[in-house]
C-alpha cells in the first residue's frame, strides 16, 4: 500500500474554464517553443522519459500508446505526489483476476520537459501489481497512456533514444523513399493499423493491429479462424496485466508487412483467450504490435493527421530473439545490481538444471552479475546458439555452480 505519498483532495478546476483556451492559446501558454526533445532510456523494448505531475519530483514513466489514462504503478519512500480530486475505482484489465482498486483524479498539470498539459486524468494503483521498477532495474513510477500523444506529432528515435513532441502547425513532413506512412484508426484514443502477416503454411493474412508502445514484446496475435498457432511453441507468461498474469504459447510466424519493409521471422505471442476477453470485445483488433518490432524503426506517430511513419534503423535485420534459458530476472533492489530468479518456464532449461526462484545470480557466461546490465544479461541467455552456459549462484547463503545446456526454444 502506498503509505509513502500524500493525495490531497482538491475542487476540479473547471473544464468549461479550459474549454474556452483556444488551440492557439494552449501552445503559446504551454509549448514555449515548436518542439521539445526529451532523452529517454530504453529499458526492455519500452521508452522511459521523465516527467512531473503537479508539485512531484521527477518521476520516470513508461510512454504508452496502448493505454488510454495515465497510471501511477508505484512510489518509493522518498517520493510524494499531490493530486487533484480523486475518487475510488475499480480498474479492469488483461489478465484472468479480478478488477483492482485504484484512485481516479481529474484536473492535474503533466510536465514534459517545457510542455504543460492541463486538465489530465491520472489513476493511482493503491498496490503496486507490476513491479516495474524490479523487472527493469531502474526507477519506474507509472506509464504516460495515449492522451499525452493526442495534441502532437511524436517523432521517436528508436536508434539515438529521444523522442521529440512537435507542434503540429509548425511541424513539416520530410519525404523521402526511405519513409513510409501509414494510415491510421483511433479507438478510445488508441492508435491502430491494417497490415498483413504470413504464417508459415503460406497465408497472407490482413490483421488490424493496435499500436501499442508500451508491450516489451515484437507482436502478438489473436488464435482464430485464419490465424493459427505456430507448430513449434512454447507456453510461458506473456506478462502482466491489471488483472493478474498473461499467460499464453509463444511461436514465430514467417514475416509481417510495414508498408513496404517486410520483417521476417518475429516471435509471435497468442494469449489465452480468458486473458483477452476486455480487450477484444472492445476494438475487435487482432493483435498489437509491441516495442520489439516497433524499435526497428524511427518512427512518427501523427495523431492530428491520422497517421504513422516508419523508417527503418540500425535495427531492422537483427534477428528476433527469445529468451532460451526459460529464466526471468528482477532486481530485488531497483538501481542496485543484485539479480534474482524471479520465474522459470515449466520444460525450460532452466527448470531442468535446477534452478530456483529466488536464487541470486553471482556469474554467468564467465561474468561477474555487478559488471552486467540486466539488458546485457538477456543477451546471453538469449543466444541463439545452441551451448553450456556456467552459472554461479547463491542460494541460501551457499555458492551452487550450475550448467545451464541453453537451446532455441522457438
Known amino acids: 500500500m502506498y503509505r ?17 483556451n483556444n488551440k492557439r492559446s494552449f501552445w503559446e501558454k504551454f509549448f514555449e517553443n515548436n518542439s521539445t526533445k526529451i532523452e529517454f532510456r530504453q529499458i526492455n523494448h519500452n521508452i522511459v522519459i521523465p516527467a512531473r505531475i503537479n508539485d512531484s519530483d521527477t518521476l520516470w514513466f513508461i510512454l504508452d500508446t496502448g493505454l488510454k489514462t495515465s497510471l ?26 479480478e478488477p483492482v482498486e485504484a484512485y481516479t483524479s481529474f484536473g492535474n498539470d503533466i ?13 493511482v494503483l493503491l498496490e503496486d501489481l507490476f513491479y516495474l521498477s524490479k523487472k527493469a532495474g531502474t526507477k519506474i513510477n507509472g506509464i504516460l497512456g495515449a492522451t499525452i500523444f493526442e495534441r502532437f506529432v511524436v517523432e521517436i528515435n528508436y536508434s539515438k533514444d529521444y523522442v521529440i513532441f512537435h507542434k503540429p502547425e509548425s511541424y513539416e513532413h520530410k519525404h523521402n523513399k526511405k519513409t513510409i506512412c501509414l494510415p491510421l484508426e483511433f479507438i478510445n484514443k488508441k492508435p491502430y493499423i491494417h497490415t498483413w502477416i504470413t504464417d508459415f503454411n503460406g497465408n497472407r493474412i490482413k490483421v488490424k493491429l493496435l499500436i501499442d508502445t508500451g ?8 488464435e482464430n479462424e485464419q490465424i493459427s498457432i ?28 510495414i508498408g513496404k519493409y517486410i520483417l521476417k521471422e518475429p516471435t509471435a505471442s497468442f494469449p489465452d483467450t480468458s486473458s483477452l476477453h476486455l480487450a477484444i470485445q472492445n476494438d475487435h483488433r487482432n493483435g498489437s504490435l509491441g516495442g520489439d518490432l516497433l524499435r526497428r524503426f524511427n518512427v512518427i506517430i501523427d495523431y492530428p493527421n491520422k497517421r504513422i511513419c516508419f523508417k527503418r534503423n540500425r535495427s531492422f535485420k537483427k534477428e528476433f530473439t527469445y529468451n532460451n534459458s526459460g529464466i526471468d530476472i528482477e532486481t530485488p533492489f531497483p538501481n542496485i545490481k543484485v539479480y534474482a530468479v524471479s520465474y522459470i518456464m515449466k520444460g525450460s532449461p532452466a527448470e531442468a538444471a535446477g534452478i530456483r526462484i529466488g536464487d541470486q545470480l553471482i556469474r554467468i557466461d564467465g561474468k561477474n552479475t555487478f559488471d552486467l546490465t ?18 554461479r549462484i547463491l542460494r541460501d547463503g551457499k555458492f551452487h555452480n550450475i550448467t545451464l545446456k541453453t537451446k532455441k526454444l522457438i
Do not use: C
Open 230 to 257: 505456430p507448430e513449434k511453441n512454447v507456453y510461458n507468461i506473456l506478462g502482466q496485466g491489471l488483472s493478474g498474469d498473461i499467460y499464453g504459447k509463444i511461436g514465430r510466424i514467417k514475416n509481417i508487412e
Open 374 to 391: 540486466l539488458k546485457r544479461m538477456y543477451k546471453i541467455l538469449s543466444s541463439t546458439r545452441k551451448r553450456n552456459l556456467k552459472i
Open 215 to 222: 508491450a516489451s514484446l515484437a507482436l502478438w496475435l489473436q
Open 111 to 123: 510536465h514534459i520537459g517545457n510542455i504543460h498539459l492541463k486538465q489530465q486524468k491520472v489513476n
Open 72 to 97: 501511477i504503478t508505484e512510489l518509493a519512500k522518498d517520493d510524494s505526489l499531490t493530486i487533484n480530486y480523486a475518487k475510488k475505482i475499480q480498474l479492469h484489465g488483461l489478465g484472468e483476476g
Open 4 to 20: 509513502h505519498f500524500l493525495i490531497i483532495l482538491v475542487l476540479i478546476i473547471s473544464s468549461s474554464t479550459y474549454a474556452q
